[in-house]
Protein backbone atom coordinates (compact mmCIF):
# COMPACT_ATOMS: atom_id res chain seq x y z
CA UNK A 1 0.00 0.00 0.00
CA UNK A 2 0.89 3.62 -1.05
CA UNK A 3 -0.37 6.20 1.86
CA UNK A 4 -0.43 9.91 0.79
CA UNK A 5 2.04 8.87 -2.72
CA UNK A 6 5.00 8.99 0.23
CA UNK A 7 4.34 6.07 2.62
CA UNK A 8 5.43 2.36 1.08
CA UNK A 9 3.91 -0.54 3.57
CA UNK A 10 2.85 -3.98 3.76
CA UNK A 11 0.41 -6.11 6.11
CA UNK A 12 3.05 -6.14 8.42
CA UNK A 13 4.64 -3.02 10.38
CA UNK A 14 7.28 -2.74 8.18
CA UNK A 15 7.01 1.06 6.07
CA UNK A 16 9.57 2.65 4.07
CA UNK A 17 9.34 5.79 1.41
CA UNK A 18 10.02 6.02 -2.53
CA UNK A 19 12.94 8.20 -1.13
CA UNK A 20 14.54 5.55 0.57
CA UNK A 21 14.04 2.59 -1.75
CA UNK A 22 15.30 4.69 -4.80
CA UNK A 23 18.90 6.23 -2.52
CA UNK A 24 19.18 2.47 -2.08
CA UNK A 25 19.16 1.64 -5.77
CA UNK A 26 16.55 -1.01 -3.94
CA UNK A 27 14.25 -1.79 -7.20
CA UNK A 28 16.63 -3.40 -9.72
CA UNK A 29 14.67 -2.95 -12.33
CA UNK A 30 14.49 -1.11 -15.69
CA UNK A 31 11.59 1.12 -16.10
CA UNK A 32 9.62 0.55 -18.80
CA UNK A 33 8.12 3.76 -20.17
CA UNK A 34 5.16 2.17 -22.20
CA UNK A 35 3.49 0.52 -18.97
CA UNK A 36 -0.05 1.12 -19.10
CA UNK A 37 -1.18 3.22 -16.11
CA UNK A 38 -4.29 3.01 -13.98
CA UNK A 39 -7.64 2.58 -15.97
CA UNK A 40 -9.66 6.03 -15.51
CA UNK A 41 -12.51 4.02 -14.34
CA UNK A 42 -10.18 2.66 -11.05
CA UNK A 43 -9.09 5.89 -9.76
CA UNK A 44 -10.08 6.46 -6.23
CA UNK A 45 -9.88 10.00 -5.84
CA UNK A 46 -8.83 11.83 -9.39
CA UNK A 47 -11.92 13.45 -10.38
CA UNK A 48 -14.00 13.31 -6.67
CA UNK A 49 -14.66 16.97 -5.00
CA UNK A 50 -11.84 17.88 -2.90
CA UNK A 51 -11.73 21.27 -0.85
CA UNK A 52 -8.71 23.19 -2.18
CA UNK A 53 -5.83 23.56 0.76
CA UNK A 54 -6.51 26.42 2.52
CA UNK A 55 -9.59 27.58 1.20
CA UNK A 56 -11.34 27.17 4.88
CA UNK A 57 -9.67 29.44 6.22
CA UNK A 58 -9.54 32.12 2.98
CA UNK A 59 -13.49 32.19 3.53
CA UNK A 60 -13.43 32.18 7.00
CA UNK A 61 -11.17 35.08 6.98
CA UNK A 62 -8.38 33.79 8.89
CA UNK A 63 -5.62 33.39 6.63
CA UNK A 64 -2.76 34.66 7.28
CA UNK A 65 -1.44 36.40 4.56
CA UNK A 66 1.82 38.33 4.15
CA UNK A 67 0.57 41.22 4.97
CA UNK A 68 -0.86 40.08 8.43
CA UNK A 69 3.01 39.18 9.70
CA UNK A 70 4.32 39.93 12.78
CA UNK A 71 7.58 40.11 14.24
CA UNK A 72 9.01 41.76 17.78
CA UNK A 73 10.76 44.83 17.43
CA UNK A 74 9.28 45.26 13.53
CA UNK A 75 9.18 48.50 12.00
CA UNK A 76 6.15 49.10 9.17
CA UNK A 77 7.43 50.87 6.08
CA UNK A 78 5.81 52.85 3.14
CA UNK A 79 7.43 54.52 0.59
CA UNK A 80 7.33 57.66 -0.78
CA UNK A 81 7.11 58.08 -4.61
CA UNK A 82 8.25 60.57 -7.20
CA UNK A 83 5.15 62.05 -9.92
CA UNK A 84 6.22 59.32 -12.23
CA UNK A 85 9.25 57.49 -13.64
CA UNK A 86 10.98 60.14 -15.13
CA UNK A 87 11.52 62.17 -12.03
CA UNK A 88 14.50 62.40 -9.90
CA UNK A 89 14.45 64.20 -6.17
CA UNK A 90 16.65 67.58 -5.82
CA UNK A 91 16.32 67.76 -2.06
CA UNK A 92 14.74 67.05 1.34
CA UNK A 93 13.49 69.59 4.03
CA UNK A 94 15.63 68.63 6.83
CA UNK A 95 13.91 70.23 9.62
CA UNK A 96 10.88 67.97 8.55
CA UNK A 97 13.29 64.53 8.05
CA UNK A 98 14.55 65.77 11.84
CA UNK A 99 10.91 66.26 13.49
CA UNK A 100 10.07 62.75 11.96
CA UNK A 101 13.27 61.46 13.60
CA UNK A 102 12.42 62.88 16.72
CA UNK A 103 9.43 61.49 16.55
CA UNK A 104 10.84 57.96 16.18
CA UNK A 105 10.18 57.89 12.42
CA UNK A 106 13.72 56.62 10.23
CA UNK A 107 13.73 58.26 6.80
CA UNK A 108 15.91 55.99 4.87
CA UNK A 109 17.08 57.82 1.39
CA UNK A 110 19.00 56.17 -1.66
CA UNK A 111 19.43 58.80 -4.25
CA UNK A 112 15.60 58.92 -5.53
CA UNK A 113 14.74 56.01 -3.07
CA UNK A 114 13.20 56.99 -0.39
CA UNK A 115 11.02 55.18 2.19
CA UNK A 116 10.33 56.14 6.40
CA UNK A 117 9.83 53.28 8.72
CA UNK A 118 8.39 53.35 12.15
CA UNK A 119 7.11 50.76 14.85
CA UNK A 120 3.73 52.52 14.53
CA UNK A 121 1.75 51.86 11.35
CA UNK A 122 -0.58 54.64 11.89
CA UNK A 123 2.99 57.15 12.61
CA UNK A 124 4.38 55.74 9.51
CA UNK A 125 1.60 56.51 6.81
CA UNK A 126 1.36 60.12 8.62
CA UNK A 127 4.86 60.67 8.45
CA UNK A 128 5.40 59.13 5.17
CA UNK A 129 2.31 61.80 3.72
CA UNK A 130 4.05 64.61 5.01
CA UNK A 131 7.67 63.45 3.90
CA UNK A 132 6.04 63.35 0.67
CA UNK A 133 4.32 66.88 0.93
CA UNK A 134 7.94 68.54 1.19
CA UNK A 135 9.81 66.43 -0.89
CA UNK A 136 11.42 68.29 -3.81
CA UNK A 137 11.32 66.77 -7.27
CA UNK A 138 12.95 67.56 -10.48
CA UNK A 139 9.97 66.36 -12.84
CA UNK A 140 11.85 66.79 -16.22
CA UNK A 141 9.98 66.37 -19.07
CA UNK A 142 7.46 63.84 -18.19
CA UNK A 143 5.96 60.83 -19.27
CA UNK A 144 5.25 61.17 -23.11
CA UNK A 145 1.49 61.77 -23.87
CA UNK A 146 1.36 60.07 -27.67
CA UNK A 147 -1.70 58.54 -28.31
CA UNK A 148 -0.08 54.82 -27.53
CA UNK A 149 -1.88 53.06 -30.42
CA UNK A 150 -0.23 55.46 -32.90
CA UNK A 151 3.00 54.93 -31.50
CA UNK A 152 3.27 51.27 -31.15
CA UNK A 153 2.74 51.12 -34.96
CA UNK A 154 5.28 54.25 -35.80
CA UNK A 155 8.06 53.26 -32.64
CA UNK A 156 11.23 51.37 -33.33
CA UNK A 157 10.66 47.67 -33.73
CA UNK A 158 11.70 43.71 -33.46
CA UNK A 159 9.21 42.21 -36.53
CA UNK A 160 9.58 38.50 -37.08
CA UNK A 161 7.17 36.08 -38.81
CA UNK A 162 5.42 33.33 -36.79
CA UNK A 163 5.28 29.93 -37.98
CA UNK A 164 3.37 27.25 -36.06
CA UNK A 165 3.46 29.42 -33.27
CA UNK A 166 7.45 29.74 -32.96
CA UNK A 167 8.97 33.51 -33.82
CA UNK A 168 11.54 32.83 -36.75
CA UNK A 169 14.92 35.10 -37.27
CA UNK A 170 13.82 35.61 -41.13
CA UNK A 171 12.59 38.51 -43.34
CA UNK A 172 8.93 39.05 -42.59
CA UNK A 173 7.04 38.11 -45.84
CA UNK A 174 5.63 41.00 -47.64
CA UNK A 175 2.17 41.98 -47.62
CA UNK A 176 1.09 41.21 -51.05
CA UNK A 177 -1.90 41.96 -52.78
CA UNK A 178 -5.06 40.33 -52.61
CA UNK A 179 -4.79 36.89 -54.49
CA UNK A 180 -6.76 36.17 -57.56
CA UNK A 181 -9.86 34.73 -56.59
CA UNK A 182 -10.77 37.40 -53.97
CA UNK A 183 -13.95 38.35 -54.26
CA UNK A 184 -13.97 40.64 -51.01
CA UNK A 185 -11.23 41.80 -48.80
CA UNK A 186 -11.54 43.01 -45.15
CA UNK A 187 -8.93 45.15 -42.69
CA UNK A 188 -9.26 45.35 -39.32
CA UNK A 189 -7.95 47.39 -36.68
CA UNK A 190 -8.11 45.86 -33.00
CA UNK A 191 -6.45 47.75 -29.86
CA UNK A 192 -6.06 46.75 -26.10
CA UNK A 193 -4.81 49.09 -23.84
CA UNK A 194 -2.90 49.03 -20.72
CA UNK A 195 -4.11 46.86 -18.21
CA UNK A 196 -3.19 46.51 -14.76
CA UNK A 197 -3.23 43.80 -12.07
CA UNK A 198 -5.45 45.70 -9.47
CA UNK A 199 -4.51 42.72 -6.95
CA UNK A 200 -7.02 43.04 -4.28
CA UNK A 201 -4.29 43.20 -1.65
CA UNK A 202 -1.76 45.69 -2.43
CA UNK A 203 1.90 44.24 -2.73
CA UNK A 204 3.84 43.76 0.33
CA UNK A 205 7.29 42.19 1.61
CA UNK A 206 9.25 41.66 5.01
CA UNK A 207 13.07 41.80 5.04
CA UNK A 208 15.68 41.39 8.23
CA UNK A 209 19.05 42.38 7.74
CA UNK A 210 21.75 41.22 10.31
CA UNK A 211 25.77 39.81 10.22
CA UNK A 212 25.57 40.79 6.38
CA UNK A 213 22.88 37.95 5.67
CA UNK A 214 19.25 38.69 4.68
CA UNK A 215 15.91 37.35 4.85
CA UNK A 216 13.04 38.55 2.63
CA UNK A 217 9.43 37.23 2.70
CA UNK A 218 8.08 37.45 -0.27
CA UNK A 219 4.46 36.60 -2.64
CA UNK A 220 6.74 36.20 -5.71
CA UNK A 221 6.17 33.63 -8.38
CA UNK A 222 9.84 33.52 -9.46
CA UNK A 223 11.45 33.01 -5.78
CA UNK A 224 15.12 32.32 -7.42
CA UNK A 225 15.12 34.16 -10.07
CA UNK A 226 14.21 36.38 -7.66
CA UNK A 227 16.82 36.20 -5.18
CA UNK A 228 19.21 35.79 -8.63
CA UNK A 229 18.55 39.21 -9.40
CA UNK A 230 18.50 40.57 -5.71
CA UNK A 231 21.67 39.41 -4.90
CA UNK A 232 23.16 41.33 -8.10
CA UNK A 233 21.05 44.29 -6.92
CA UNK A 234 22.46 44.62 -3.39
CA UNK A 235 25.86 43.10 -3.73
CA UNK A 236 25.13 40.05 -1.85
CA UNK A 237 26.17 36.72 -2.35
CA UNK A 238 23.30 34.35 -2.95
CA UNK A 239 24.30 32.26 -0.19
CA UNK A 240 23.79 35.19 2.37
CA UNK A 241 20.06 35.35 0.42
CA UNK A 242 17.37 33.69 1.51
CA UNK A 243 13.83 34.03 0.18
CA UNK A 244 10.33 32.33 2.09
CA UNK A 245 7.50 32.29 0.41
CA UNK A 246 4.60 33.90 2.16
CA UNK A 247 0.81 34.25 0.42
CA UNK A 248 -0.07 37.82 -1.17
CA UNK A 249 -3.80 38.19 -1.29
CA UNK A 250 -5.04 38.28 -4.49
CA UNK A 251 -1.80 38.15 -6.04
CA UNK A 252 -0.88 36.87 -9.53
CA UNK A 253 1.06 37.38 -12.48
CA UNK A 254 4.49 39.84 -12.62
CA UNK A 255 2.73 42.25 -10.44
CA UNK A 256 4.66 44.47 -7.63
CA UNK A 257 5.87 41.27 -5.57
CA UNK A 258 9.62 41.63 -6.66
CA UNK A 259 9.25 45.53 -6.49
CA UNK A 260 8.69 45.61 -2.81
CA UNK A 261 10.56 42.93 -1.83
CA UNK A 262 13.59 45.01 -3.10
CA UNK A 263 12.16 47.84 -1.29
CA UNK A 264 12.13 45.82 2.29
CA UNK A 265 15.42 45.08 1.43
CA UNK A 266 17.18 48.15 1.15
CA UNK A 267 15.29 49.23 4.17
CA UNK A 268 16.15 46.87 5.89
CA UNK A 269 19.67 46.83 4.69
CA UNK A 270 19.35 50.50 6.09
CA UNK A 271 17.75 49.81 9.81
CA UNK A 272 19.97 46.26 10.17
CA UNK A 273 18.67 43.90 13.09
CA UNK A 274 15.33 44.81 12.42
CA UNK A 275 12.50 43.25 10.93
CA UNK A 276 11.19 45.60 7.92
CA UNK A 277 7.42 45.14 6.87
CA UNK A 278 6.60 46.95 3.61
CA UNK A 279 3.42 47.30 2.00
CA UNK A 280 2.52 49.56 -1.16
CA UNK A 281 -0.65 51.75 -0.87
CA UNK A 282 -3.30 51.25 -3.20
CA UNK A 283 -1.93 54.36 -5.13
CA UNK A 284 1.59 52.11 -5.27
CA UNK A 285 -0.14 49.37 -6.51
CA UNK A 286 -2.37 51.12 -9.35
CA UNK A 287 1.12 53.64 -10.57
CA UNK A 288 4.00 51.37 -10.45
CA UNK A 289 3.46 47.99 -10.75
CA UNK A 290 4.20 46.43 -14.29
CA UNK A 291 0.96 46.98 -16.66
CA UNK A 292 -0.19 44.25 -19.12
CA UNK A 293 0.99 45.93 -22.57
CA UNK A 294 -1.15 48.07 -24.69
CA UNK A 295 -1.00 46.27 -28.00
CA UNK A 296 -2.93 46.66 -31.75
CA UNK A 297 -3.66 43.81 -34.19
CA UNK A 298 -3.99 44.03 -37.53
CA UNK A 299 -5.66 41.51 -39.46
CA UNK A 300 -6.74 41.26 -43.30
CA UNK A 301 -8.52 38.43 -44.93
CA UNK A 302 -9.41 37.58 -48.08
CA UNK A 303 -12.88 35.69 -49.53
CA UNK A 304 -13.72 33.81 -52.44
CA UNK A 305 -17.05 33.80 -54.29
CA UNK A 306 -18.24 31.25 -52.26
CA UNK A 307 -17.17 33.30 -49.18
CA UNK A 308 -14.46 30.90 -48.09
CA UNK A 309 -11.38 32.25 -46.39
CA UNK A 310 -8.57 32.07 -49.29
CA UNK A 311 -5.82 34.00 -47.41
CA UNK A 312 -5.09 36.11 -43.71
CA UNK A 313 -2.83 38.24 -42.27
CA UNK A 314 -2.46 39.05 -38.74
CA UNK A 315 0.12 41.55 -37.13
CA UNK A 316 0.32 42.51 -33.76
CA UNK A 317 2.22 45.28 -32.16
CA UNK A 318 3.06 45.66 -28.59
CA UNK A 319 5.42 46.31 -25.79
CA UNK A 320 7.26 43.46 -23.93
CA UNK A 321 5.10 40.79 -21.80
CA UNK A 322 8.35 39.53 -20.63
CA UNK A 323 10.09 41.52 -17.68
CA UNK A 324 10.24 39.59 -14.93
CA UNK A 325 13.93 39.95 -12.59
CA UNK A 326 15.28 36.96 -14.72
CA UNK A 327 19.01 37.60 -13.67
CA UNK A 328 21.79 37.92 -16.76
CA UNK A 329 24.94 39.86 -17.99
CA UNK A 330 25.24 43.27 -16.73
CA UNK A 331 22.75 43.08 -14.16
CA UNK A 332 19.73 42.27 -16.45
CA UNK A 333 17.91 40.99 -13.73
CA UNK A 334 18.50 43.71 -10.90
CA UNK A 335 17.77 46.79 -13.62
CA UNK A 336 13.99 45.23 -14.28
CA UNK A 337 13.57 45.88 -10.50
CA UNK A 338 11.67 49.11 -10.07
CA UNK A 339 13.69 50.88 -7.21
CA UNK A 340 17.11 50.50 -9.22
CA UNK A 341 15.75 53.24 -11.32
CA UNK A 342 15.81 55.56 -8.32
CA UNK A 343 19.20 54.25 -5.98
CA UNK A 344 22.48 55.91 -6.64
CA UNK A 345 23.68 55.22 -9.09
CA UNK A 346 20.56 54.49 -11.26
CA UNK A 347 20.12 51.62 -13.22
CA UNK A 348 18.26 51.71 -16.80
CA UNK A 349 16.38 49.03 -17.87
CA UNK A 350 18.27 46.83 -21.02
CA UNK A 351 15.93 46.98 -24.16
CA UNK A 352 13.84 44.21 -23.67
CA UNK A 353 14.36 41.22 -26.59
CA UNK A 354 11.61 39.24 -28.44
CA UNK A 355 10.58 36.03 -26.17
CA UNK A 356 11.25 33.10 -29.28
CA UNK A 357 9.59 30.13 -27.71
CA UNK A 358 6.30 28.68 -29.14
CA UNK A 359 3.39 30.95 -28.21
CA UNK A 360 5.01 33.08 -26.21
CA UNK A 361 4.45 36.65 -25.15
CA UNK A 362 3.19 38.56 -27.82
CA UNK A 363 2.95 35.63 -30.11
CA UNK A 364 0.68 33.73 -27.91
CA UNK A 365 -3.10 32.66 -29.53
CA UNK A 366 -1.42 34.77 -32.51
CA UNK A 367 -1.82 31.56 -34.91
CA UNK A 368 -5.68 30.75 -35.20
CA UNK A 369 -6.47 27.19 -34.87
CA UNK A 370 -8.59 27.66 -38.04
CA UNK A 371 -7.66 25.54 -41.61
CA UNK A 372 -6.99 28.38 -43.74
CA UNK A 373 -5.38 27.63 -46.93
CA UNK A 374 -2.68 30.92 -46.33
CA UNK A 375 -1.44 32.74 -43.28
CA UNK A 376 1.09 35.07 -42.82
CA UNK A 377 1.71 35.93 -39.28
CA UNK A 378 4.07 38.53 -37.74
CA UNK A 379 5.09 39.70 -34.66
CA UNK A 380 6.29 42.87 -33.64
CA UNK A 381 8.15 44.12 -30.13
CA UNK A 382 8.23 47.77 -30.22
CA UNK A 383 10.41 49.68 -28.11
CA UNK A 384 10.40 53.24 -26.33
CA UNK A 385 6.75 53.00 -24.88
CA UNK A 386 6.23 55.52 -21.86
CA UNK A 387 4.63 52.87 -19.56
CA UNK A 388 6.43 49.82 -17.46
CA UNK A 389 5.55 46.12 -18.66
CA UNK A 390 5.60 42.63 -18.13
CA UNK A 391 3.62 39.55 -17.81
CA UNK A 392 -0.41 39.79 -17.00
CA UNK A 393 -2.68 37.00 -17.39
CA UNK A 394 -2.70 35.67 -20.59
CA UNK A 395 0.05 37.82 -22.03
CA UNK A 396 -0.76 38.57 -25.92
CA UNK A 397 -3.13 35.68 -25.89
CA UNK A 398 -6.77 38.06 -24.87
CA UNK A 399 -6.13 40.26 -27.25
CA UNK A 400 -5.21 38.06 -30.32
CA UNK A 401 -7.95 36.38 -29.83
CA UNK A 402 -10.02 39.31 -29.50
CA UNK A 403 -9.24 40.22 -32.72
CA UNK A 404 -9.71 36.71 -34.62
CA UNK A 405 -12.49 35.96 -33.27
CA UNK A 406 -14.14 39.18 -33.79
CA UNK A 407 -12.56 39.52 -37.39
CA UNK A 408 -14.64 35.99 -37.36
CA UNK A 409 -17.99 37.43 -36.85
CA UNK A 410 -16.90 39.81 -39.60
CA UNK A 411 -15.81 37.65 -41.78
CA UNK A 412 -18.74 35.17 -41.56
CA UNK A 413 -21.37 39.25 -42.46
CA UNK A 414 -19.15 39.62 -45.02
CA UNK A 415 -20.14 36.05 -46.22
CA UNK A 416 -23.46 35.49 -45.43
CA UNK A 417 -23.10 32.68 -43.18
CA UNK A 418 -24.01 32.10 -39.51
CA UNK A 419 -20.94 32.86 -37.35
CA UNK A 420 -21.28 29.21 -35.97
CA UNK A 421 -21.33 27.37 -38.92
CA UNK A 422 -18.39 29.87 -40.45
CA UNK A 423 -16.10 28.71 -37.76
CA UNK A 424 -16.83 24.93 -37.72
CA UNK A 425 -15.51 25.14 -41.75
CA UNK A 426 -12.38 25.61 -40.87
CA UNK A 427 -12.43 23.65 -37.43
CA UNK A 428 -10.94 19.76 -38.45
CA UNK A 429 -9.93 19.12 -34.75
CA UNK A 430 -13.60 17.36 -33.13
CA UNK A 431 -12.79 18.58 -29.77
CA UNK A 432 -12.70 21.77 -30.95
CA UNK A 433 -15.86 21.43 -32.65
CA UNK A 434 -17.44 20.58 -29.71
CA UNK A 435 -16.89 23.10 -27.64
CA UNK A 436 -18.09 25.28 -29.95
CA UNK A 437 -21.35 23.28 -30.61
CA UNK A 438 -22.06 22.66 -26.94
CA UNK A 439 -21.62 26.60 -26.56
CA UNK A 440 -24.15 27.12 -29.53
CA UNK A 441 -26.51 24.15 -28.16
CA UNK A 442 -26.58 26.30 -24.87
CA UNK A 443 -27.04 30.06 -26.33
CA UNK A 444 -29.59 29.81 -28.92
CA UNK A 445 -31.08 26.85 -27.48
CA UNK A 446 -34.98 27.26 -28.59
CA UNK A 447 -35.44 31.40 -26.75
CA UNK A 448 -36.45 33.58 -28.62
CA UNK A 449 -33.71 36.57 -28.46
CA UNK A 450 -36.21 39.90 -27.31
CA UNK A 451 -35.34 43.31 -29.16
CA UNK A 452 -32.13 44.84 -27.67
CA UNK A 453 -30.61 41.86 -26.84
CA UNK A 454 -27.71 40.50 -28.56
CA UNK A 455 -25.75 37.21 -28.30
CA UNK A 456 -22.11 36.14 -29.33
CA UNK A 457 -19.77 33.70 -29.45
CA UNK A 458 -15.86 32.83 -29.50
CA UNK A 459 -13.09 30.47 -29.49
CA UNK A 460 -9.71 29.27 -28.72
CA UNK A 461 -7.52 27.08 -28.24
CA UNK A 462 -4.96 28.38 -25.36
CA UNK A 463 -1.49 28.27 -26.82
CA UNK A 464 -2.66 25.86 -29.32
CA UNK A 465 -2.23 22.97 -26.94
CA UNK A 466 -4.14 23.53 -23.74
CA UNK A 467 -7.82 23.09 -23.71
CA UNK A 468 -9.86 24.12 -25.66
CA UNK A 469 -12.47 26.61 -24.89
CA UNK A 470 -15.37 28.60 -26.36
CA UNK A 471 -17.32 31.75 -24.39
CA UNK A 472 -21.37 32.40 -25.52
CA UNK A 473 -22.40 35.85 -24.10
CA UNK A 474 -26.39 37.05 -24.04
CA UNK A 475 -26.27 41.10 -23.73
CA UNK A 476 -27.77 44.38 -23.88
CA UNK A 477 -26.97 47.84 -24.53
CA UNK A 478 -29.13 50.15 -22.37
CA UNK A 479 -30.19 53.56 -23.62
CA UNK A 480 -27.10 54.80 -21.49
CA UNK A 481 -24.99 53.06 -23.83
CA UNK A 482 -24.19 50.34 -20.81
CA UNK A 483 -23.59 46.78 -21.64
CA UNK A 484 -25.68 44.71 -19.24
CA UNK A 485 -24.23 41.45 -19.28
CA UNK A 486 -27.14 38.57 -18.97
CA UNK A 487 -26.07 35.54 -19.55
CA UNK A 488 -22.79 33.40 -20.09
CA UNK A 489 -21.90 30.05 -21.64
CA UNK A 490 -18.73 28.65 -21.51
CA UNK A 491 -17.42 25.04 -22.65
CA UNK A 492 -14.10 23.39 -21.80
CA UNK A 493 -12.13 20.48 -22.82
CA UNK A 494 -8.98 20.53 -20.66
CA UNK A 495 -8.38 16.35 -20.96
CA UNK A 496 -9.25 14.10 -18.15
CA UNK A 497 -11.01 16.11 -15.45
CA UNK A 498 -8.99 16.23 -11.98
CA UNK A 499 -11.01 18.53 -10.31
CA UNK A 500 -14.62 19.66 -11.98
CA UNK A 501 -15.23 22.27 -9.53
CA UNK A 502 -11.80 23.36 -9.35
CA UNK A 503 -12.00 24.13 -13.46
CA UNK A 504 -15.26 25.41 -13.76
CA UNK A 505 -13.88 28.26 -11.14
CA UNK A 506 -11.23 28.30 -13.08
CA UNK A 507 -13.23 29.20 -16.65
CA UNK A 508 -15.51 30.91 -14.70
CA UNK A 509 -13.06 33.76 -13.19
CA UNK A 510 -11.11 33.96 -16.02
CA UNK A 511 -14.49 35.05 -17.91
CA UNK A 512 -15.70 37.50 -15.22
CA UNK A 513 -11.76 39.14 -15.62
CA UNK A 514 -11.67 39.19 -19.12
CA UNK A 515 -15.22 41.06 -18.89
CA UNK A 516 -13.70 43.44 -16.57
CA UNK A 517 -10.78 44.49 -18.89
CA UNK A 518 -13.02 44.29 -21.81
CA UNK A 519 -15.77 46.63 -20.38
CA UNK A 520 -13.86 48.73 -18.26
CA UNK A 521 -10.85 48.72 -17.76
CA UNK A 522 -7.50 50.68 -19.01
CA UNK A 523 -4.53 52.42 -17.61
CA UNK A 524 -4.32 56.15 -18.19
CA UNK A 525 -1.72 58.77 -17.63
CA UNK A 526 -0.81 62.12 -18.71
CA UNK A 527 2.45 64.22 -18.79
CA UNK A 528 2.75 64.12 -14.92
CA UNK A 529 1.87 60.44 -14.34
CA UNK A 530 -0.46 57.87 -14.33
CA UNK A 531 -3.85 59.66 -13.71
CA UNK A 532 -5.89 55.97 -13.01
CA UNK A 533 -4.87 56.09 -9.11
CA UNK A 534 -7.81 54.03 -7.01
CA UNK A 535 -10.70 51.97 -8.19
CA UNK A 536 -12.55 55.01 -9.26
CA UNK A 537 -10.11 56.06 -11.82
CA UNK A 538 -9.81 52.62 -12.73
CA UNK A 539 -13.16 50.70 -12.51
CA UNK A 540 -13.94 47.31 -12.54
CA UNK A 541 -16.33 44.68 -13.00
CA UNK A 542 -18.83 44.87 -9.81
CA UNK A 543 -21.57 42.43 -8.56
CA UNK A 544 -24.23 44.60 -10.22
CA UNK A 545 -22.87 43.31 -14.02
CA UNK A 546 -22.55 40.16 -13.21
CA UNK A 547 -24.03 37.32 -15.57
CA UNK A 548 -25.88 33.83 -14.67
CA UNK A 549 -23.12 31.72 -15.66
CA UNK A 550 -23.52 28.06 -17.19
CA UNK A 551 -20.36 25.78 -17.79
CA UNK A 552 -20.85 22.94 -19.55
CA UNK A 553 -17.15 20.13 -19.18
CA UNK A 554 -16.30 17.84 -21.66
CA UNK A 555 -14.32 15.19 -19.84
CA UNK A 556 -12.42 12.79 -21.36
CA UNK A 557 -10.68 9.65 -19.25
CA UNK A 558 -7.36 8.80 -20.09
CA UNK A 559 -6.58 11.56 -22.07
CA UNK A 560 -3.60 14.02 -20.92
CA UNK A 561 -4.38 17.23 -18.55
CA UNK A 562 -4.32 20.62 -20.29
CA UNK A 563 -3.96 23.82 -18.19
CA UNK A 564 -6.88 25.78 -18.14
CA UNK A 565 -6.17 28.54 -15.90
CA UNK A 566 -6.46 30.98 -19.10
CA UNK A 567 -8.54 29.54 -21.53
CA UNK A 568 -11.66 31.82 -21.48
CA UNK A 569 -10.21 34.96 -21.03
CA UNK A 570 -9.44 35.53 -25.45
CA UNK A 571 -12.87 34.13 -26.09
CA UNK A 572 -14.57 36.79 -23.73
CA UNK A 573 -13.71 39.93 -25.02
CA UNK A 574 -14.90 38.78 -28.80
CA UNK A 575 -18.00 37.11 -27.55
CA UNK A 576 -18.86 40.40 -25.73
CA UNK A 577 -17.86 42.25 -29.13
CA UNK A 578 -19.97 39.99 -31.10
CA UNK A 579 -22.68 40.35 -28.98
CA UNK A 580 -22.69 43.82 -28.87
CA UNK A 581 -22.48 43.74 -32.99
CA UNK A 582 -25.46 41.87 -32.76
CA UNK A 583 -27.57 44.21 -30.66
CA UNK A 584 -26.66 47.12 -31.54
CA UNK A 585 -25.38 46.93 -35.13
CA UNK A 586 -22.02 48.57 -34.13
CA UNK A 587 -18.65 46.88 -34.31
CA UNK A 588 -16.04 48.08 -31.33
CA UNK A 589 -12.61 47.36 -32.17
CA UNK A 590 -11.05 49.23 -29.37
CA UNK A 591 -11.12 48.35 -25.77
CA UNK A 592 -12.43 48.95 -23.76
CA UNK A 593 -16.16 48.98 -24.54
CA UNK A 594 -17.51 52.02 -22.26
CA UNK A 595 -20.54 54.20 -23.24
CA UNK A 596 -18.72 56.74 -24.27
CA UNK A 597 -16.91 54.32 -26.77
CA UNK A 598 -20.15 53.29 -27.64
CA UNK A 599 -21.49 56.47 -28.18
CA UNK A 600 -18.66 57.75 -30.73
CA UNK A 601 -18.67 54.47 -32.51
CA UNK A 602 -22.95 55.21 -32.72
CA UNK A 603 -22.16 58.77 -33.84
CA UNK A 604 -19.21 57.45 -36.08
CA UNK A 605 -21.92 55.08 -38.06
CA UNK A 606 -24.73 57.79 -38.87
CA UNK A 607 -21.75 60.01 -40.08
Sequence with gaps: DVDDGLIVSRD????????DLMGGGAFGIDIDPDIAGKPPADYT?????????GMDRIVGGTMRFIHDMVEPGMLHARLVRPPHY???????????????SDDGLHVVRDGSFLAIAGESEYATVAGAERLAATADWDAGPGLEEEDIFERLLARERISLPVVDGVPRKEPVPPLKAPPAGAAATLNARYCRPYHMHGSIGPSAAMAHYDDDALTIWSHSQGIYLLRAALSDALDIEPDRLTIKHMPGAGCYGHNGADDVALDAALIARALPGRHILAKWTREDEHCWEPYGPGMVMELRASLDEAGKVIDWSHETYSDTHVQRPRAGPNK??????????FTDPPMDPQPAQPSMGAHAGIHRNLDPLYDFPSKRLVKNLVRDMPLRTSSLRTLGAYA????IESFMDELAAEAGIDPVKFRLGYLADERARDVVKAVASKLWAGTEKPAGVGRGIAFARYKNVKTYAAVGIELEVTDAAE?????AVAAADAGQIADADGLSAQLEGGLLQAASWTLYEQVT???DGITSRDWDSYPVLRFDNIPEIETVLINRPGAPFLGAGEATAGPTAAAIANAIADATGLRLRRLPFTPDAIRAAAMEEET
Excluded: H, I, Q, S
Aim: aromatic share 8%; hydrophobic share 50%.
Design 332 to 341: AGAAKLLAMR
Design 400 to 403: NVFA
Design 86 to 100: NARMRGLDEAVVKRL
Design 12 to 19: TNETTTYW
Design 483 to 487: VRLLR
Design 45 to 53: RLGKPAAAR
Design 525 to 527: FDR
